[in-house]
């Protein structure tokens, strides 16, 4: 079946630092792919996506790259924030898609300051 | 921010109740998720819908049921709480083949 696999963490960083969070996958097909992200208390919000091998999504500085070769949607940012605080979810939808996206299991990320 | 509403947003219950999640959409999506959310697990999916009373098994479905009588409500049963069902539960709503839109959470403790 279909699985992620992503860093847990804790990842610990500096402001201002570069990021990086990697992630791959196993699925059949050609999935869709994202990224999202989890403040404290909170649900978790889309932070970007690609449907496609070789897209690039990106949003609020973050960026992440669709690589079918090697199966991986690593995400990154050039300079964190402590408001970049939070976990992050990779995430796949295979399929038609009614039966859901499966996720990996989350990375906390601290940034002080 | 899609509009979707969960509640009660925290519930403690007695071990062997049983406990109702509701889930409100306001986006008219099709499809409905319930997710559970525990440390070192990820998220989890638990039961689908694909329509007005069209259901479906996830990862982890034993002990929950789910009903759909309207496009706009998925309701989460836990027909006898155990103190493994203790979670964070998540709805989630989308469109076809898309991303998924979370609902804040309902934070359950079975005691």
């Known amino acids: 079946g279909d699985s992620v696999t992503q860093m847990e963490g804790p990842v610990t960083l500096s402001e201002e630092a570069f990021l990086t969070i990697n992630c791959t996958y196993t699925?059949?097909?050609?999935?869709?792919l994202f990224w999202y992200v989890q403040y404290p208390g909170e649900g978790l919000q889309l932070l970007l996506k690609?449907?496609?091998?070789?897209d690039k999504g990106s949003n609020k500085g973050f960026e992440a790259t669709y690589r079918k070769e090697t199966t991986s949607f690593h995400l990154e940012k050039g300079s964190v924030q402590v408001s970049d605080s939070a976990v992050y979810f990779c995430?796949?939808?295979?399929?038609?898609?009614?039966?859901?996206?499966?996720f990996g299991k989350g990375t906390h990320l601290i940034i002080q300051p | 921010d899609a509009g979707i509403t969960q509640s009660p947003r925290h519930k403690v219950t007695e071990t062997g109740t049983p406990v109702t999640l509701r889930c409100h959409q306001t986006e008219n999506h099709r499809y409905m998720y319930w997710y559970r959310q525990d440390p070192g697990h990820g998220l989890r999916l638990i039961h689908y819908?694909?329509?007005?009373?069209?259901?479906d098994k996830g990862e982890v479905s034993d002990g929950y049921s789910v009903s759909r009588s309207k496009t706009e409500d998925f309701l989460l049963t836990l027909e006898s709480a155990t103190s493994s069902q203790t979670s964070v539960y998540f709805c989630?709503?989308?469109?076809?083949?898309?991303?998924?839109?979370f609902g804040q959470g309902t934070r359950l403790t079975v005691v």
């Open positions: 690609a449907t496609k091998a070789d």
């Open positions: 989630a709503i989308s469109e076809r083949a898309t991303e998924a839109f």
């Open positions: 699925a059949t097909g050609y999935p869709s």
């Open positions: 995430a796949l939808r295979s399929g038609g898609g009614a039966d859901g996206l499966t």
């Open positions: 819908s694909y329509g007005v009373k069209d259901t």
